[in-house]
């Protein structure tokens, strides 16, 4: 087989997809109840629109987004607002304030949930301005708002549009599932992102060990030339299969031959990456008007019955998700939204889907236990992380400054460019975890930042403040000067005095 | 060797060690040391909270009698340890604990006004180092958290005692990362 378009570095792991990938995806009834955090993924949250009592509909705006990097909130379900309070939620810091919202069973629509007849013939702006009002936001994991990504994709003019298909992580195959189940949809809701970030070309990556999605998108391309303005609008580009091949920047240098400089967005470097599942939300967001209200999620790990892809709306509690997975096997260990590899642990399985939860695993012993309980032994030097780092760092020299707090060092070393892949800690023979104290020591550095920021806002401000007191007492003491300089002036002036 | 030549090797050496002398004596007394970037790089670690409480009004006068060797640099609360040892790095002095006598290190916290209380006598506005209230005479007066540096010297002047001091609002630490899908 001829070499696939890869990345530098790397790894190739064991995939883990097989368990929950053989069944197609399961349809999700409406819950009781839904729990939907204002903070979906993105780590800023939306604004409220409702309170406790409102009766709202399917598709009904109940959070908007004021941040751009927030994405707006619609109910999935009719019903009543029952509680706006912090509860536990799949975000970092595990709580978030949630809007509660109780199914009354009717079933009703939003008056502005309409199919969008006319979205390829929206104007660019308009276009990305309903996709934020929609809260079209990144569904592979990032939970980032699509619109934002796409203005700053139009702002710099990135003429190349990369539908991430790759899913690299291990145990997650939601994208495999909806690519094969809804290949078409992934095709026109590319011509749409594609069309609202200005781009003229859209590459579809997908991993080499999806043949079925391969074939499946392929077939959709062919069914969707006419609606392509040029021949080579749309290509499939087929990856091989090497994590982290679905990190952006990552899969840019993959498809495109490009790296993104560090500092920079990949919009800068000319190109953008939108995940297929967020391009099919596209494609039913044109199709019904629906903004997103439900999204497939892997449900999988050794501690469920029958790993399996569900389609669920958002909120959903997940032990709703794990009883449609046939329920616990076994008392999981732990439960992981996301993969094995970048997932976060959840408090509890009470919390509600979020729109950037591709996974949920509940792993057993057998499936994250060989690290924990681990002992760290000291650094023997060899340079295995760096082999491996796929964004080109030195994880045993970060190490060393993240230990130390260095913040000099910790930036000169490219700190920041760190994507959390954890594959250093992934093959480090002295066990010792990097991903989490690189994950540590960044938080560090934003809070140390945070601070220097709102020091030096202060010195300004501060000094505004004693040029305009000095000004003033300035000008006080010339109109005291002026005042007794007149107050003097007969008695000064011998002439006038005189006479 | 030649003892001529060992003389005139000496001679040119001497020459040449009193050309230089002189040239820096004179650099010396015409080229003012740059104070004025010692006291910038100062100013840059202190916490820019404006509180007085190292006796000076204000970080930028701490910083000038740090440098000017008037004041040591152990009296500021709001830095606490890490300033103090940042401080000790910049001016390769020994680290030590901060002087009690300036106040103690505490968390980050902002001004609140309880405006049940506040009566907008406007005393509090001129005292703030940052202008982070705003009212107006028998106007409600209230803070601008993100402004607010929880110096403590609107503190004073408040005839009714009306202003508390909260816990700073968390910032969001989290910086966006590309991730792995």
Partial sequence: MAARPTFPAGLALDAHKQQACGTPIIELSLPPQVTLALDQGSGYSAEPVVTVGDSVAMGTLVARADHPFASALHSPLAGNVVAIESREAAVEGGRNVCIVIENDGSGRIDDRVRPVATALSLSPEELVHRLRDAGIAGLGGAGFPTATKLNSARASGAQTLVLNGAECEPWICCDDAVMRSAADDVVRGALLLQRAAGAGRCLIAIEDDKPAAIAAVAGAIERQRDAAQRDDALTLAVISAVYPQGAERQLITAVAGIEVPSGSLPAAAGVICQNVATAVAVARWAAYGEPILSRVVTVTGSGVEHPCNVRAPIGTPLSALIAAAGGYRSTPLRLIAGGSMTGRALPSDDVGLTKAMNCVLVATPDDVGSRLGAVEMPCIRCGDCANVCPAGLLPQQLHRAALADAHDAMHELGMRDCIDCGLCDYVCPSQIPLAARFRDARRRLNAAEATAQKAAHARERHELRTRRLQEAATAEQQAFESVRNRARQPDDDPAGGNR | ?181
């Fill in chain 2, 1 to 181: 060797m030649n003892p001529v030549a060992i003389g005139i090797a000496l001679l040119v050496a001497v020459a040449l060690a009193m050309a230089l002398g002189v040239a820096l004596g004179w650099a010396a007394s015409r080229i003012e040391p740059d104070a004025d970037s010692l006291v910038e790089r100062i100013d840059a670690l202190l916490p820019q909270t404006q509180c007085g409480q190292c006796l000076y009004p204000g970080c930028r006068p701490y910083a000038a009698a740090i440098a000017s060797g008037e004041a040591d640099i152990d009296r500021c609360p709001p830095g606490g340890d890490s300033t103090l040892r940042a401080l000790a790095a910049l001016l390769d002095r020994a680290p030590r604990p901060l002087d009690p006598a300036f106040g103690a290190p505490k968390p980050a916290q902002v001004a609140w006004i309880v405006e049940e209380r506040c009566i907008g006598c406007a005393l509090c506005l001129p005292a703030c180092p940052v202008d982070a209230i705003v009212g107006a005479s028998r106007q409600m007066h209230t803070v601008i958290a993100a402004q607010c540096t929880g110096c403590e010297l609107c503190l004073p002047p408040c005839p009714v005692d009306c202003i508390e001091l909260r816990a700073a609002p968390a910032t969001s630490l989290r910086h966006h990362q590309p991730r792995a899908a």
